[in-house]
């Protein structure tokens, strides 16, 4: 069965910086692709970064240059480390893969910019 635990969610100040992490069970993330969502209050889950089995990066724009997505393939475990946070980037934000078409989902984790 597969598995996604996220943690590092907090609160931080503009401009600071937070990492979050995925551990997975159940699937090896090394040969998956893994992608971090994230849904702010009053509107659609939406996608912000993919790291691809390969090796592959793909960001959203609006975190372009800011976030950087990871892998540690002894720990199973994903990472997505953001700089510059801005008060947009408030969310919950959720880990996810895909196996034999089907979504799993982590709990997610909530990450709060504010002064």
């Known amino acids: 069965q597969v598995q996604l635990v996220e943690s590092g969610g907090g609160l931080v100040q503009p401009g600071g910086s937070l990492r979050l992490s995925c551990v997975a069970s159940g699937i090896i993330l090394r040969i998956t692709d893994v992608a971090w969502y994230r849904q702010a209050p009053g509107k659609q889950r939406e996608l912000v970064a993919v790291?691809?089995?390969?090796?592959?990066?793909h960001y959203a724009d609006s975190v372009l240059g800011r976030f950087s997505i990871s892998r540690d393939n002894a720990k199973n475990t994903v990472y997505l480390q953001m700089n510059s946070l801005k008060a947009e980037d408030t969310a919950v934000y959720y880990c996810?893969?895909?196996?034999?078409?089907?979504?799993?989902w982590g709990q997610g984790t909530q990450v709060t910019v504010s002064a």
């Open positions: 790291l691809g089995s390969g090796g592959s990066t």
């Open positions: 996810n893969v895909v196996r034999e078409l089907r979504n799993y």
